[in-house]
């Protein structure tokens, strides 16, 4: 008889397999599921932590996949990014996110403009149709450049050259926003953020889920005093993810961050709900 070790390495071998087989399967479905039309967008408000109202959104990216249903970006973005794929695919999404955006100040009287934030990958900013292209669909779809932001994270921008910094730079004379997203994860020179086009720090997770008690950690609550002070000081405005609490809003909000998002607020959603919610804001 086989020992339980010897079990426990074939299923766990079985496991590995099926993955293998599975990101094989979706590598190789990516292309016709972009001409299906089997992704879809899902918005998460941004709001101001001051008086909570809606500043803009964030677009998420899922695929509908006909057998495995909703998968997120997570499990896809790494394979379109491996075979080239997330280049049309980020365009699409650029595109829809750009339109969704103009729907909403057009149906959003007085209120403000609403903005869109859209997540770029390492394999869009080396592409050399990434200015044109973007001017291309503000212009077709008639959206301001200061509408919309670009979030590029941190790690891909670590030790960017001037090569690399060229095109973020044109796009953000144009007025688009750039904003350094996961920004704590990378390890970045701090004075590294002076050379470099962005105008907000999108501050990780990780310093959120420190806020989770109230008073929070004094040491945490230092670091994050520290950064929002430096990004202040840059001109830079700071954005913070993953606020689930609203001890975690009250405290992030006491330690000057501008802008937040988390399930505290809302989760990602259909457009139409991000759309009530800005409504019931611009009322209330
Ligand atoms: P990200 O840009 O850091 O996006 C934030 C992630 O945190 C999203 O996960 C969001 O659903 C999740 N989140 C928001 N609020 C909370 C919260 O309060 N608590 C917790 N625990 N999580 C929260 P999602 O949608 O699974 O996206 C994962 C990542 O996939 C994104 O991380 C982004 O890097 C990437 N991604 C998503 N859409 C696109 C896209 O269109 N293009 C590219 N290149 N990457 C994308
Ligand atoms: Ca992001
Ligand atoms: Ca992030
Ligand atoms: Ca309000």
Redesign the pocket.
């Known amino acids: 008889a086989k020992s339980a070790g010897g079990n426990r390495y074939e299923l766990a071998d079985a496991e590995a397999d099926a993955r293998a087989i599975t990101r094989h399967g979706l590598t190789t479905a990516l292309p016709a599921a972009l001409d299906r039309g089997e992704f879809f967008i899902e918005y ?1 408000p941004l709001v101001h932590l001051g008086d909570g109202s809606v500043h803009g959104a ?4 899922r695929w509908l996949h006909p057998q495995h249903g909703v998968l ?3 499990r896809f ?1 790494p394979l379109a990014e491996h075979t080239g794929l ?1 280049v049309p695919l ?1 365009r699409w ?1 650029l595109e829809q996110s750009v339109r969704q955006a103009r729907e909403w100040q057009e149906r959003h009287s007085g209120a403000g403009p609403l903005r869109i934030n ?4 390492p394999c ?1 900013l080396t592409h050399p149709g990434l200015v044109s292209d973007t001017v291309d669909i503000l212009e077709r779809v008639g959206l301001e450049p200061d509408s919309l932001c670009l ?1 590029v ?1 941190e790690s891909a921008l670590i030790g960017a050259d001037d090569d690399l910094l060229k095109p973020l730079r044109r796009l953000a004379e144009m007025g688009v926003d750039i904003a350094l ?2 920004f704590g994860t990378g390890y970045s020179n701090l004075a590294n953020l002076r050379r470099l086009p962005v105008s907000i720090l999108k501050l990780d ?1 990780s310093f959120t889920q420190g806020m989770q008690q109230f008073p929070a950690d004094p040491v945490d609550l230092k670091i994050v005093e520290g950064i929002v002070s430096l990004a202040h000081s840059l001109d830079l405005a700071v954005t913070v ?4 609490t609203g001890a975690q809003a009250e405290q992030l909000r006491l330690l000057g961050c501008d802008t937040a ?4 607020y809302a ?2 959603g259909p457009p139409d709900r991000l759309h009530d919610l800005a409504l019931i804001d611009a009322t209330g």
């Open positions: 998460q964030e677009a998420l990216v997120g970006p997570d973005i997330i980020g999404v859209v997540n770029l990958s869009q979030e994270t997203d996961d997770r993810e993953g606020v689930e998002q988390g399930w505290y989760r990602p």
